[in-house]
């Protein structure tokens, strides 16, 4: 079974600043890493997601994250943020062998402040 | 991308009355729907599995015969909520699985029980 740890239930950034938040995850198996945004009232949209390769994962929206096995993380980056990125994020995962349930972190809630 | 439609967006049922959410696959096929359900300020939960033209996998502690999926066809999966109660107020957000690892959400669906 695969658990994830979104240890942030809330980041509060200024507009244009740096943003980092944080997913750990536990697994007994490889695994596939996902992170999904969701805006109020709406369903989840997927942001990027790791499968394999190279660790550091470039999605939408100017947002990355880098997987790093040895501590099992896989957090999500922004270098600058801007208003519209207010929403909550979600850390998910599943694992490779073909099970495509998908785990899901707490999720973050992300405030962009002017 | 692919879209996922949900139907309705919003529900009001008086206790003891059941309700029906459909979910569409708009532009694409999906053999496997899942349904989530999503408490305010929590994470999604798996509830099941639907893979069409067969029975649903329901996630441990999920009443099946209280939550009847239905995936009829390669594009539209059901949920049914058998005679809801209050505590059955929540976000029920399905997805669709494209290929062998991406799922597409729709946009959730707030039912209220009174």
């Known amino acids: 079974a695969q658990s994830v740890t979104q240890l942030d239930s809330q980041v509060p950034v200024f507009e244009e600043a740096p943003v980092e938040l944080r997913c750990n995850y536990s697994?007994?198996?490889?695994?596939?890493l996902f992170w999904y945004v969701q805006y109020p009232n709406q369903g989840l949209q997927l942001l990027l997601k790791?499968?394999?390769?190279?660790?550091l994962v470039k999605g939408i929206n100017g947002f990355e994250a880098e997987f790093n096995k040895s501590q099992t993380s896989f957090h999500l980056r922004k270098p600058s943020v801007h208003i519209s990125d207010t929403a909550e994020y979600f850390c998910?995962?599943?694992?490779?062998?073909?099970?495509?349930?998908?785990?899901f972190g707490t999720g973050t809630r992300l405030t962009i402040i002017p | 991308g692919a879209v996922v439609s949900q139907h309705p967006s919003r529900v009001i049922c008086k206790s003891g009355t059941s309700v029906k959410i459909e979910c569409r696959s708009l532009?694409?096929?999906?053999?496997?729907m899942f349904w989530y359900r999503q408490f305010p300020k929590q994470s999604l939960m798996l509830m099941a599995t639907?893979?069409?033209?067969?029975?649903?996998?329901?996630e441990q502690g999920v009443e099946k015969d209280k939550f009847l999926i239905n995936h009829a066809s390669l594009t539209l999966s059901t949920l049914t909520v058998t005679s809801a109660h209050p505590e059955d107020s929540s976000f029920y957000i399905c997805?669709?699985?494209?290929?062998?690892?991406?799922?597409?959400f729709g946009p959730g669906t707030r039912l209220t029980v009174l």
């Open positions: 697994s007994s198996v490889s695994v596939y």
């Open positions: 997805s669709a699985r494209v290929g062998d690892t991406e799922q597409f």
């Open positions: 998910a995962v599943s694992d490779d062998f073909g099970n495509e349930k998908l785990t």
């Open positions: 639907s893979n069409e033209g067969s029975k649903a996998t329901y």
């Open positions: 790791y499968l394999s390769g190279s660790t």
């Open positions: 532009d694409f096929q999906a053999t496997t």
